[in-house]
């Protein structure tokens, strides 16, 4: 990817976190005291799992390209920036999808 489609999409997953990690602090502090059905009410709803999903997605976008920055910048040995860059990316994909996937299996 080049480098200015990365400086791109870094700043657009930024700008696109803040509004979403907003909704998550207010709705977190709302059902800190709330007991194990209110919770799991609020996680089994669609809005919020629709929600999640977004700022999941959008954080180890932004997670995943921020990491291979600081590798590009700061490891000199191409074997080992290559295998960091690869586990980034084996657990930028295998991370969010089993949060999902437990998100989307909460039932009550």
């Given at each position: 990817?080049?480098?200015?489609?990365?400086?791109?999409?870094?700043?657009?997953?930024?700008?696109?976190?803040?509004?979403?990690?907003?909704?998550?602090?207010?709705?977190?502090?709302?059902?800190?005291?709330?007991?194990?059905?209110?919770?799991?009410?609020?996680?089994?709803?669609?809005?919020?799992?629709?929600?999640?999903?977004?700022?999941?997605?959008?954080?180890?976008?932004?997670?995943?390209?921020?990491?291979?920055?600081?590798?590009?910048?700061?490891?000199?040995n191409e074997k080992i920036k290559n295998t960091?860059?690869?586990?980034?990316?084996?657990?930028?994909?295998?991370?969010?999808?089993?949060?999902?996937?437990?998100?989307?299996?909460?039932?009550?």
């Amino acid at each position: 990817m080049k480098a200015s489609r990365k400086w791109i999409i870094q700043r657009a997953s930024a700008l696109l976190m803040i509004p979403l990690m907003g909704w998550f602090v207010i709705n977190l502090i709302s059902i800190y005291d709330k007991g194990y059905f209110e919770v799991m009410d609020f996680f089994s709803s669609d809005k919020s799992k629709i929600r999640m999903l977004i700022l999941i997605l959008i954080s180890f976008v932004h997670i995943v390209i921020g990491l291979k920055e600081i590798y590009e910048d700061y490891i000199q040995n191409e074997k080992i920036k290559n295998t960091a860059s690869n586990i980034t990316n084996v657990l930028g994909i295998t991370i969010p999808a089993i949060i999902i996937f437990i998100l989307f299996n909460i039932n009550l």
